[in-house]
């Protein structure tokens, strides 16, 4: 017996490769048998061991046997056996992945929201937030005490004057205590015993009030986001059921919009890839919300501001999920399946070019990425096409790099980040969960086509070497002197695919694109390109609307010489002196200079260090430019 081990032990190790396919919960598997170094089948090798080992050829044929017999898939293992081996998968979806082949979505609890003019509340938990008075001049000079002092009667001025008796006293005797101030992001929550009008009071600090002390309006967009975040997480914490919250005052429907979207940024968990546990996750126990002491206007609108917000974080959420999936749960025809699914789910097109399209269309820079991966090329092309016709038409193309290892030029070492390449797609990520929230809005006037080139970026005998030359779908060629610089050569197909598209007049690229953005510009902020100076400034107001950091940058001309071939047109790498705006140079030789176009490089945003999640990048800032095009 030990013999029969140890051969097939050898079998497995030496001479043979074993490998096994599996399919989503199904028991279907199926082997394909073939030598490690030829490809092919070892016949010499085979009946060297079944003359020697008997025993443990016996063993080996019966499991092919089982293999073969179990599905039809097993054909392929008969086949295998015959020596016709595919090294590539075909049907990658089910390619063995530790069972995450079943990929889900995480989901937004259920709450109904409502709104109230007035400011009297009974329920399990009332929120009221506060901004913090501003200390003037005068009273720098005074004591520390002194500026406490002033600093409660300046929030006991605050307080609302609508509140139930019970409990204005009650924060009356917490602001006095000096125990809250109102700065940014501070919480005091307390229990209410006896039976007044709540079970729990929560005080939440936005800092400076931006409409007295902050001239910027991301102010008031980060003091709304802070308070619908501060909801998710005080209602979980004292575990309530209904919730008020008493508005910032004069809150107009789009602030209350960004106090959901906060929300939805203060319930994200995500649980996809754990064990249930017995009775399953704990669910977010707030199912009754009511925001107290609105106008009428914005009453009578909150059914509707909450519903629409909903499409919103629904593709904020979608997005983040995309990024934060692992790389074996998200390969391209599992994305390529969940764009099909946003597609039927929210009636929009979709297009998707496997390999042999992509081999048509000529997109060899595309094509040469993905040659070291098993997995086949996927190049998604969802539409949205408003009924009445559009006066603008728009293509969004994301980088979709399910993971990269870097090719040949390995990510290596401390700092190469490698092992966080799955959120290499994050581009792809926020144009399909841009796509997902647009689909659901549906607005006026605008068609939106939603791009992504899919793949891997791995490396086998088939992987691309760094040297090689490539050819784009526009004719140019690109010396590939660092083959993980891959990004921009599948996003030079996929700008030239979108520039054909009839009509279409403006692209906007988002790529996960350069360490170097991340070194300028920190991981709060992307870079922003464009030749054309309206398209900046419209894309600066949405980001800053939407509260998604980004910062103009340069495309001096005079660089261009740093991405010139010497043996081909051009070569994919720069140098180190400015890297993100020579891949940026290098972007926009794949666009027609008459097409509108600015490329946002996400590198730093995509990912949130601090707490280690993705952050959804994008789908808010592109959701809020395309509502505004004009
Ligand atoms: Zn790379």
Redesign the pocket.
């Known amino acids: 017996m030990y013999a029969n081990f140890l051969c097939v032990h050898r079998l497995l190790t030496e001479e043979l490769c074993l490998s096994f396919e599996t399919k989503g919960r199904g028991a279907t598997f199926a082997f394909s048998v073939y030598h490690h170094k030829n490809g092919g089948i070892p016949i010499p090798g085979l009946v060297r061991h079944a003359i020697l080992f008997p025993r443990a050829m016996i063993v080996l044929l019966v499991l092919c046997l089982v293999g073969m017999l179990t599905t039809a898939r097993g054909f392929r293992g008969a086949a295998s056996l015959g020596g016709i081996v595919s090294r590539r998968y075909q049907s990658s979806v089910s390619a063995f992945n530790n069972g995450l082949s079943d990929y889900s979505l995480s989901e937004a609890p259920a709450v109904k929201v409502g709104a109230s003019t007035a400011l009297s509340f009974r329920g399990d938990l009332l929120v009221v937030p506060f901004y913090k008075p501003s200390v003037s001049e005068a009273s720098e000079e005074a004591s520390a005490e002194e500026q406490d002092a002033a600093l409660s009667a300046g929030l006991k001025s605050l307080i609302p004057d609508g509140l139930d008796a019970d409990v204005k006293s009650m924060i009356g005797e917490i602001v006095e205590s000096g125990l809250f101030k109102g700065d940014v992001k501070a919480t005091y929550v307390t229990k209410v015993f006896g039976s007044g009008s709540v079970k729990s009071l929560a005080l939440v600090g936005l800092g400076p009030n931006p409409k007295k002390d902050g001239p910027a309006t991301d102010l008031e967009v980060k003091s709304a986001n802070r308070l619908g975040e501060a909801i998710m997480r005080l209602s979980k914490d004292t575990k309530s059921r209904s919730v008020g919250v008493v508005a910032p005052t004069g809150i107009a429907n789009a602030g209350l919009t960004q106090v959901f979207l906060g929300m939805t940024d203060g319930h994200y968990a995500d649980t996809r890839y754990k064990k249930v546990p017995p009775g399953g996750f704990p669910v977010h126990p707030m199912v009754d919300l009511t925001i107290l002491g609105v106008s009428s206007a914005v009453e009578k609108d909150v059914a509707v501001t909450y519903s629409l917000t909903k499409m919103i974080g629904s593709g904020v959420d979608f997005a983040r999920d995309l990024v934060g999936a692992p790389s074996n749960s998200k390969t391209p025809l599992v994305i390529a399946d969940l764009a099909r699914k946003i597609a039927s789910d929210h009636n929009i097109e979709c297009t998707v070019l496997g390999q042999a399209e992509c081999e048509e269309l000529g997109m060899g820079a595309y094509l040469g990425v993905q040659q070291g991966s098993k997995f086949p090329p996927q190049f998604v092309h969802l539409a949205y096409k408003p009924e009445g016709g559009a006066t603008k038409k728009i293509a969004l193309v994301g980088k979709g790099?399910t993971f990269?290892s870097?090719?040949y030029n390995l990510?290596a070492g401390a700092g190469s980040m490698i092992e966080l390449?799955k959120f290499?797609m994050g581009g792809c990520a926020a144009v399909l969960g841009t796509a997902k929230a647009i689909a659901q809005l549906r607005p006026k006037n605008v068609e939106v086509h939603f791009i992504t080139a899919l793949c891997e970026?791995m490396i086998n005998e088939e992987a691309m070497r760094p040297g090689d030359i490539l050819r784009a779908s526009n004719g140019k060629t690109i010396e590939v002197l660092n083959t993980?610089?891959?990004?921009r050569l599948t996003l030079a197909d996929a700008l030239v695919y979108a520039d054909k598209i009839e009509g279409v007049d403006t692209i906007v690229d988002l790529a996960t694109l350069t360490g170097a953005c991340i070194v300028g510009l920190g991981d709060k902020l992307a870079g922003l390109y464009s030749p054309d100076d309206s398209l900046l400034q419209e894309l600066t107001s949405a980001a800053k609307r939407a509260d998604e950091g980004i910062w103009g940058m340069p495309l001096p001309v005079e660089y261009k010489e740093m991405i010139k071939g010497s043996l081909g047109d051009l070569k994919n790498i720069g140098g180190r002196a400015g890297g993100s705006i020579t891949a940026a140079l290098f972007l926009q030789e794949f666009v027609d200079p008459k097409t509108k176009w600015a490329h946002i490089d996400m590198a730093g945003p995509v990912w949130d260090n601090g707490t280690s999640k993705p952050t959804g990048y994008g789908v808010k800032l592109l959701v809020d430019f395309l509502l505004n095009a004009k």
């Open positions: 790099l990269d870097g090719g990510k390449m290499d970026n993980d610089a891959e990004g």
